[in-house]
């Protein structure tokens, strides 16, 4: 059944619970068993990620504070 892969940046991990039951309603909704949805959060640091030319550590760096 349904496997959703996310694509982030870190996360906090008290957000991730969340998020994954968030995920996992929506296919509920649609008449899918919660049991059949498998969610994947994929963390990529900042420095590894970029757009623009520009790593993200630096073109969003405010919002590690």
Do not use: R, Y
Request: glycine letters at 4%.
């Amino acid at each position: 059944m349904p496997i959703v892969n996310i694509e982030s940046w870190p996360l906090k991990k008290e957000a991730k619970p969340a998020l994954i039951k968030k995920i996992t309603e929506v296919f509920t909704e649609m008449g899918i068993p919660a049991q059949a949805v498998t969610v994947v959060i994929h963390e990529t640091e900042l420095d590894n990620w970029g757009s623009a030319g520009e790593q993200h550590s630096v073109k969003f760096k405010d919002l590690k504070k």
